[in-house]
């Protein structure tokens, strides 16, 4: 779908992003009923609902993903072209089983075709759902980095298994021979085995309950002097474990997932935190200028919201923007014909997601810096 140079300012009051657009609630980003916009015959609308979680360990990230999302969908629909776009938001229940309800009401009250951005808690609940399937409901670009089989859900990422692996590479490239594992009990990954056998070393267990604090998980990992730790947890594990780690006089390489929040963990591990702080992204980061989707993405996140992208929103826009050049693929409505548009391979801007051979479009990971102030 074309993109213009310049957009019209969009008529949506958004606040900062911090506040922003979630706190005016899902209605003012597409209300139920509303008219929408005069079109001609041939301009199709596709309804996408967006179930974001914002009470989770993923809340933070959510809320950039959305935003980002949000900006290209904006400005897909004013660039017009064959597809209008209606994006539905909802609070997502914290409680899977409801969750899926929601999904299942998006479908059937607002005759959503696709669910985006779903986040760890509640997409195995929608991605096992019959009736979701029954419906032909895709569900698209999950925030999630979970690896699930369903044949209705479409990654515009890489899974955390394809992090670690990335990051232990990445780490032995740099010449770090001691490496160490720490891994939350949300997840424990299959080739767990196979990354102990990389690194030489057990991985550690991290169980709030059995070890509140992570102190003797830190003691155990400090002992042995690991120029990285690699964690494999949420924002709270990786925090939690980086501040117990300080407490025993380790600063070393402090390695997480995309499933952690940089801001959250820069307010836990405090100002006087001196390790590095370096993080897996799974989308080119907004440092990286030369492609023409982060330019994009920089100049729109300015022009819609006036605020400072992250690699949440680039994520968030690169999966609406592959969505929307998919869809204007469509020859008509229907599930089957919905399923051969995603079933694509394309280019966002120097950066290409393909779906012709399966359902995860991009394996893109990468180490980030991430600074502890």
Do not use: C
Not at 106 to 118: K, P, R, V, Y
Not at 171 to 182: E, N, V, W
Not at 220 to 249: K, S, W
Not at 268 to 281: E, H, K, N, S, W
């Amino acid at each position: 779908m074309p993109m213009p140079d310049s957009l019209p300012p969009t008529s949506l009051p958004y606040l900062p992003l911090r506040r922003r657009l979630l706190a005016v609630g899902a209605a003012a980003l597409a209300l139920p009923g509303a008219p929408l916009l005069a079109q001609s015959p041939a301009r199709r609308t596709v309804v996408v609902g967006h179930l974001i979680d914002r009470s989770g360990a993923q809340a933070d990230l959510a809320r950039d993903y959305l935003a980002g999302a949000k900006v290209l969908f904006d400005a897909a629909n004013a660039a017009g072209g064959p597809i209008r776009i209606v994006h539905v938001v909802r609070d997502a229940d914290p409680d899977p089983r409801r969750a899926l309800a929601q999904a299942l009401a998006l479908a059937d009250s607002e005759h959503a075709e696709l669910i985006f951005g779903a986040g760890d808690r509640i997409l195995p609940a929608l991605a096992s759902s019959a009736e979701l399937a029954r419906r032909g409901v895709q569900i698209v670009a999950p925030l999630s980095g979970l690896a699930l089989a369903e044949d209705n859900v479409w990654f515009t990422r890489a899974d955390y298994q394809a992090e670690l692996d990335a990051a232990v590479r990445q780490l032995r490239s740099y010449g770090l021979s001691a490496i160490a594992l720490a891994v939350a009990p949300d997840f424990a990954t299959p080739s767990l085995a196979r990354l102990e056998a990389q690194t030489g070393t057990r991985a550690v267990p991290l169980d709030p309950k059995a070890d509140p604090g992570a102190a003797a998980a830190a003691r155990r990992i400090a002992a042995a002097r690991p120029g990285a730790v690699i964690v494999a947890g949420d924002t709270l594990a990786y925090a939690g474990l980086g501040r117990a780690l300080a407490a025993q006089g380790w600063y070393g390489f402090l390695v997480g997932l995309s499933s952690v929040s940089a801001t959250v963990a820069r307010e836990i591990l405090g100002p006087g935190y001196a390790g590095g702080m370096v993080l897996t992204q799974v989308a080119p980061g907004p440092q990286q200028a030369t492609l023409r989707v982060v330019r994009e993405h920089v100049a729109r996140m300015k022009q819609y919201l006036d605020e400072p992208p992250s690699s949440a929103t680039l994520a968030g826009y690169i999966g609406a923007a592959w969505l929307a050049r998919a869809l204007a693929g469509a020859r008509a409505s229907g599930a089957a014909e919905l399923r051969r548009a995603l079933q694509a391979r394309v280019d966002v801007g120097d950066f290409t997601l393909d779906f012709s051979h399966g359902q995860r479009g991009s394996q893109y990971v990468t180490l980030a810096v991430s600074g502890a102030r």
